[in-house]
């Protein structure tokens, strides 16, 4: 039983697909946070750029 606990700990297969899963989950998170402090921004660029057309179209 020993042989194979120590076996389990030392067994590095599959690592390899951990630590991108925990990069994928860190990046997702980092995404989340930029889009929920970024959004109010974001929105005022679109109805500034949806205004603008408007008033060319307007124009036209």
Do not use: C, H, P
Not at 5 to 22: L, Q
Not at 29 to 48: E, H, P, Y
């Amino acid at each position: 039983m020993t042989k194979f606990i120590k076996a389990f700990v030392r067994d590095e297969r599959g690592v390899s697909a951990m630590e991108y899963a925990i990069l994928a989950g860190i990046i997702a998170v980092a995404l989340g946070a930029m889009a929920a402090t970024f959004s109010t921004s974001i929105q005022g660029w679109f109805t500034g750029i949806n205004s603008k057309v408007t008033a060319a179209q307007n124009k036209a």
